[in-house]
């Protein structure tokens, strides 16, 4: 971590990229890095491959972000991704070597593949937040409420509210922090969970509806196709913040929710969710995605009934 504080430090122009279809700790741990960057007098560019969802739009410095394509052939000092399990995530429309002679890969992922030249994984951090909380205190920023506002959001959305397993007595020690620095936990969730729309409200019912069953694999999954989108009215970004995939794991008897959903024109978004006897990091990783124990994803080419075939697939050679 010292490494990879000092790499950042002397580091002039810093490229910073969220992941694809980033979420609360992507932006917060990124954006946090960014800001104390800033503050110590870098250049810090922040890109992503896709928009921000509505929910996190309130957050200091979303409006610094430029879509890749923005950036075309400039150079760099320094990548430095948080959050980003293999170097596809940040999907650069190039490799990210053309951008800079050196990769900074801190992240959270026990899936990480160990990308770049300074790789720091702890897969025992509950959010990538508390891996940014760490560099800003290597970086002697002192964490005054913007960058507490930002950490906060990326630990309590990673966390699910700090419900999940993997939520440590660093992780409530470090919100006990932040809500020093002048968080108010109320006024945060209403605004990341309280302000979302009727096309995705639609949508989970709709979802709800598609509930499939398989006991016997212990699994529960929803189908969305692009006709729920339309007839909801909603955005894949609604899917992402309304967090569809977890009222399957609900369930009594079921150990693995799931959740397929059409992203565009031949390819479809797995999300999968254990209670923690399956490792679902490993079953994602077995078709080219990854992610954590308990929450991990893929992207499948194919239609949703080719999609839902490899998810069954899975299951039944586990
Ligand atoms: P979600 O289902 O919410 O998209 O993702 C759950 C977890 O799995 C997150 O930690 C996310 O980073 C990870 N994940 C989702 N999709 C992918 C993927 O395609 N590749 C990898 N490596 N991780 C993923
Ligand atoms: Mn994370």
């Given at each position: 971590?010292?490494?990879?504080?000092?790499?950042?430090?002397?580091?002039?122009?810093?490229?910073?990229?969220?992941?694809?279809?980033?979420?609360?700790?992507?932006?917060?741990?990124?954006?946090?890095?960014?800001?104390?960057?800033?503050?110590?007098?870098?250049?810090?560019?922040?890109?992503?491959?896709?928009p921000?969802?509505?929910?996190?739009?309130?957050?200091?410095?979303?409006?610094?972000?430029?879509?890749?394509?923005?950036?075309?052939?400039?150079?760099f000092?320094?990548?430095?991704?948080?959050?980003?399990?293999?170097?596809?995530?940040?999907?650069?429309?190039?490799?990210?070597?053309?951008?800079?002679?050196?990769?900074?890969?801190?992240?959270?992922?026990?899936?990480?593949?160990?990308?770049?030249?300074?790789?720091?994984?702890?897969?025992?951090?509950?959010?990538?937040?508390?891996?940014?909380y760490?560099?800003?205190?290597?970086?002697?920023?002192?964490?005054?409420?913007?960058?507490?506002?930002?950490?906060?959001?990326?630990?309590?959305?990673?966390?699910?509210?700090?419900?999940?397993?993997?939520?440590?007595?660093?992780?409530?020690?470090?919100?006990?922090?932040?809500?020093?620095?002048?968080?108010?936990?109320?006024?945060?969730?209403?605004?990341?969970?309280?302000?979302?729309?009727?096309?995705?409200?639609?949508?989970?019912?709709?979802?709800?509806?598609?509930?499939?069953?398989?006991?016997?694999?212990?699994?529960?999954?929803?189908?969305?196709?692009?006709?729920?989108?339309?007839?909801a009215?909603?955005?894949?970004q609604?899917?992402?913040?309304?967090g569809?995939?977890?009222?399957?794991?609900?369930l009594?008897?079921?150990?693995?929710?799931?959740?397929?959903?059409?992203?565009?024109?031949?390819?479809?978004?797995?999300?999968?969710?254990?209670?923690?006897?399956?490792?679902?990091?490993?079953?994602?990783?077995?078709?080219?995605?990854?992610?954590?124990?308990?929450?991990?994803?893929?992207?499948?080419?194919?239609?949703?009934?080719?999609?839902?075939?490899?998810?069954?697939?899975?299951?039944?050679?586990?």
């Amino acid at each position: 971590m010292k490494e990879i504080a000092q790499e950042l430090r002397a580091a002039r122009r810093i490229l910073m990229s969220l992941h694809r279809q980033p979420d609360g700790d992507s932006i917060g741990s990124t954006l946090a890095i960014a800001m104390a960057l800033r503050r110590l007098g870098q250049e810090v560019t922040v890109t992503s491959p896709d928009p921000v969802p509505h929910a996190y739009d309130f957050l200091p410095g979303v409006e610094t972000i430029v879509p890749w394509r923005e950036l075309g052939s400039a150079q760099f000092d320094l990548v430095a991704l948080y959050d980003c399990a293999d170097e596809r995530r940040p999907g650069a429309p190039r490799p990210l070597r053309d951008y800079a002679p050196r990769i900074l890969n801190v992240d959270h992922h026990a899936t990480n593949s160990r990308f770049g030249d300074v790789v720091f994984v702890d897969p025992v951090a509950a959010a990538s937040a508390e891996l940014a909380y760490r560099t800003l205190e290597l970086l002697g920023v002192t964490v005054d409420r913007d960058l507490a506002l930002l950490l906060y959001v990326g630990l309590e959305t990673d966390t699910g509210g700090f419900r999940y397993a993997t939520t440590t007595p660093g992780s409530h020690r470090l919100a006990a922090r932040l809500l020093d620095a002048g968080i108010e936990p109320g006024e945060v969730s209403e605004l990341v969970y309280e302000r979302q729309s009727v096309g995705g409200l639609r949508l989970l019912g709709l979802a709800l509806d598609s509930l499939r069953l398989r006991p016997e694999l212990s699994l529960a999954y929803f189908v969305l196709g692009d006709d729920a989108f339309a007839e909801a009215g909603a955005t894949a970004q609604d899917a992402e913040t309304i967090g569809i995939v977890d009222y399957a794991r609900r369930l009594e008897g079921i150990e693995v929710a799931g959740l397929l959903r059409s992203d565009g024109p031949g390819e479809v978004k797995l999300s999968l969710r254990s209670k923690g006897q399956v490792n679902v990091a490993e079953l994602a990783a077995r078709i080219g995605g990854g992610g954590h124990e308990r929450a991990a994803g893929a992207t499948l080419m194919g239609d949703l009934a080719q999609a839902e075939e490899v998810l069954l697939g899975l299951f039944e050679r586990r």
